[in-house]
Nanobody, 126 residues
C-alpha cells in the first residue's frame, strides 16, 4: 500500500501563488510511471489538472491551468509538486495527487490510477 500525503494548500488571494506537495511513502517512487494532480470543487466533477511521467520530462496539463501551473517531481525526495501561479477564484477546490505505478493505456486524465491522496484544500479569495 502506498500512502500519498498532500500539503501546501491554504487561502490565497486571486493572482497569488501556492505550491502543493505530494509525498509518497514508497521507496519505488522513482519507478512510478506517472504522477498527477486532480481537483474537485463543490458540486463539480473531479477535474484533471496536471501529470508528469517517470523521468519528469513529459508533462501534461488541463486546459484551464495551462500556462499558470507547473508540475514537477523530485524522485530523490519521493515528492511531486504543483506550482500554481496567477490563481483565479475558479481554482478553488480540493486538490488530490494520484499515481500510476506502471504503464497503462489511456490519457493522463482518464487512465486508471492506483493510489490517491486525501487531498488538500485550496481557496482563492477576491
Amino acid at each position: 500500500q502506498v500512502q500519498l500525503v498532500e500539503s501546501g494548500g491554504g487561502l490565497v488571494q486571486a493572482g497569488g501563488s501556492l505550491r502543493l506537495s505530494c509525498a509518497a511513502s514508497s521507496r519505488t517512487f522513482s519507478s512510478y510511471f506517472m504522477m498527477s494532480w486532480f481537483r474537485q470543487a463543490p458540486g463539480k466533477e473531479r477535474e484533471f489538472v496536471a501529470a508528469v511521467t517517470r523521468s519528469g520530462f513529459a508533462t501534461y496539463y488541463g486546459d484551464s491551468v495551462k500556462g499558470r501551473f507547473t508540475i514537477s517531481r523530485d524522485n530523490a525526495k519521493n515528492t511531486v509538486y504543483l506550482q500554481m501561479n496567477s490563481l483565479k477564484l475558479e481554482d478553488t477546490a480540493v486538490y488530490y495527487c494520484a499515481v500510476v505505478r506502471a504503464w497503462a493505456p489511456g490519457a493522463p486524465a482518464t487512465v486508471a490510477y492506483d493510489y490517491w491522496g486525501q487531498g488538500t484544500q485550496v481557496t482563492v479569495s477576491s
